[in-house]
């Protein structure tokens, strides 16, 4: 059963006539269309991309089984598009992402299906649902992710030195995945130094890497839409006797994290057995210490205390224990992991023991 058939099977559970979907990544992963500003209207009389005429003909190549609606046909009206459609297709019952439509986009399709007969109803996860656990193509575009990650980290390691700015290791970490093939950055890198590193999401500034700092890298690779995430920490110039001691304790808790990472495994379990390797610095551990990661950065299943889900074949996930001491520092050792039918396989593979710089 194709994505399409999936999707026509959940609407006729849930009573809908059609799906209007308008999540980025949703789009792009039930259609292959692979840029913004687009959005599609799944149903079983056809299915239909609607964008504008800055990118119908990538939608017309990228798509090529989705009719394509050009909105600015409709008087420039995204709303008046999928009235459109809705009026074409006959949906009288019309699902909706209500935690990714707008409320003045909710506003004005309202208005104007009510007075066609159409009711909007919001549903939630649908798509979501489908992405949970990866087929070999994602697994595959991961995995390409990972590796363009790894050589780009190798290829930083010898300019991290004492009178560099972090603004400009980042610079170098970034040219190295392009050229090494990725089609984008996976997020914002994070590349800190200093005090700094105990700022979960520090961004990199003007500081210059000083003997004595750690230096915490958390970037990642995008290849075909997928996303790698991978977190190093690395210490220049001898470490002292707490910066060892810390690096070893996460070190330990990220090993500790991954061996209690499978198919079955509900998404507590590695944050109880990692708090009890770091209880001596718990107050300064984050319990948010694993995401899904794929078309999105952060993705179901959340690891931690307050996760809900049970690990699946197929479910990539990042185990990323850390130690974060206000005005002190911190130390984050972050690996992208695809659940298996025989446990958990990491798929970023650049070394973990401290390196001292």
């Given at each position: ?31 292959g ?5 687009a ?47 809705c ?8 699902g909706?992402e ?9 506003a ?6 009510s ?10 996860n ?22 363009i ?16 700015s ?27 130094s ?24 958390d ?20 470490p ?8 070893e ?12 990472m499978?198919?079955?495994?509900h998404?507590?379990k590695?944050?109880a ?33 307050n996760?809900t889900?049970?690990m699946l ?5 990042t185990?990323?224990?850390?130690i ?7 130390v984050?050792?972050?690996d992208?992991?695809?659940i298996?039918e ?16």
């Open positions: 059963m194709n994505k399409v058939e999936k999707i026509l099977s959940i609407l006729k559970e849930q009573n809908l006539d059609g799906f209007y979907i308008t999540k980025k990544s949703n789009v792009n992963y039930t259609t269309y692979p840029d913004e500003l959005y599609a209207v799944i149903c079983p009389q056809g299915q239909y991309v609607i964008t504008d005429s800055r990118f119908t003909e990538l939608a017309e190549i990228s798509c090529p089984d989705y009719e394509i609606i050009n909105w600015h046909f409709c008087d420039r009206s995204l709303p008046k598009a999928v009235a459109q459609v009026e074409k297709a006959g949906i009288k019952r019309l909706f209500e935690c990714f439509t707008t409320y003045d986009k909710y004005e399709l309202e208005q104007l299906l007075s066609c007969g159409t009711t909007l109803v919001p549903t939630r649908i798509i979501e649902e489908l992405r949970y656990a990866k087929s070999e193509e994602e697994v595959a575009n991961t995995r390409i992710a990972c590796e990650a790894d050589k780009a980290l190798e290829e930083l390691v010898p300019y991290i030195r004492p009178g560099v972090e603004r400009e290791l980042c610079a170098r970490l970034e040219f190295s995945m392009k050229m090494h093939g990725a089609h984008d950055l996976g997020f914002e890198t994070i590349l800190i200093g005090a700094k590193t105990s700022l979960l999401h520090g961004k990199p500034g003007d500081k210059l890497v000083e003997k004595g700092d750690f230096v915490l890298v970037f990642g690779a995008m290849y075909n839409g997928y996303i790698s995430d991978i977190t190093r920490t690395f210490v220049v110039g001898e002292t006797e707490k910066q060892r001691e810390i690096y304790l996460v070190r330990k808790g990220q090993e500790t994290g991954l061996m209690n499978g198919p079955g495994v998404a507590t590695p944050d057995e990692i708090r009890k390797i770091v209880s001596k610095y718990e107050e300064y551990y984050y319990s948010g210490m694993g995401h899904g990661v794929g078309l999105d950065l952060h993705e179901e299943p959340f690891l931690g205390i996760g889900r049970t074949p197929g479910c990539v996930i185990m990323e224990p850390g974060y001491i206000p005005g002190w520092g911190g984050r050792i972050e992208t992991v695809l298996t025989n446990g958990a396989e990491p798929l970023t593979h650049f070394p973990k023991d401290l390196m001292i710089l």
